[in-house]
């Protein structure tokens, strides 16, 4: 094992142990949580050694950068994930290597990614982007705008939404993480009760490298986790 490998092998097993020990301490196991590994600005050979090491969800922020490793990695079995914004221009070339988009942003774009699907013959998975923090700097739906969002989406019958993602404000330290993170989860659980049959909100998608065990003890499904898993490695 060289060691570059060596780096990441044990990268990974010390965020593991950490998603698995966090998971403990909200109740839950570890297989309840998945490890999305943002591989955004790391060349796809690098992106490779986490797949063979199992890590094989794989989010990335841009579209071309999902475009250009799922090329790189084809013969690979990964799930990839967009975490960042997708205009509905990139939809059609996006989706069909999409497993989960965390990152709808509006009800127009929700609408469009159901046009396309519905012509490529699939049902794509989304999850709703919530600004939990209401920092202006961030996109995100405001918490107002989901029930009816929705409630809409029950009339697009090739998007399935799984439930929401968010960030937590960058300024205020792990009081101010937990605290976005609590009101997200509260909110997807009120929305939950409320929605209808067809709806399911089962993910959360919050967390990052810097609070990624906080986000996990407030009922994160999804963590995303980039820098933590290249710590050591000259990228």
């Keep these: 094992m060289d060691e570059i490998a060596r780096r ?3 990268n990974l097993a010390l965020i593991r142990g950490q998603i ?6 909200s109740g839950r196991t570890a297989n309840a949580v998945t490890l999305v590994a943002v591989t955004k600005s790391v060349p796809p050979d690098i992106a490779r050694r986490l797949v063979e090491f199992g890590a094989v969800d794989l989010g990335e922020s841009r579209p071309q950068e999902l475009w250009s490793k799922a090329q790189a990695l084809s013969k690979e079995d990964v799930r990839w994930h967009l975490i960042g914004h997708l205009q509905r221009n990139k939809i059609r070339r996006t989706l069909p290597h999409l497993n989960l988009l965390h990152s709808v ?3 127009r774009l929700l609408v469009a ?4 699907a519905r012509a490529i013959g699939r049902v794509a998975s989304v999850l709703l982007e919530v600004n939990i923090s209401g920092d202006i700097t961030k996109t995100g739906l405001p918490p107002g705008e989901l029930e009816a969002i929705i409630e809409s989406a029950t009339r697009l019958p090739n998007v399935a939404v799984r439930g929401l993602m968010g960030m937590a404000a960058l300024a205020g330290g792990e009081d101010t993480a937990r605290r ?3 009101r997200l989860r509260e909110l997807r ?3 939950a009760r409320n929605a209808p049959g067809e709806i399911s909100l089962g993910e959360l998608s919050m967390g990052m ?11 994160a499904t999804l963590v995303r986790v980039g820098s933590a898993l290249f710590e050591g490695i000259d990228l």
């Design 8 to 10: 990441i092998a044990d």
């Design 20 to 25: 698995a020990t966090a998971a403990l301490r």
């Design 105 to 107: 942003d509006s009800r």
């Design 113 to 116: 990614i159901d046009e396309e």
């Design 180 to 182: 976005d993170f609590s």
């Design 189 to 191: 659980d009120r929305l």
């Design 209 to 219: 490298s810097g609070d990624f065990e906080i986000a996990i003890e407030e009922g």
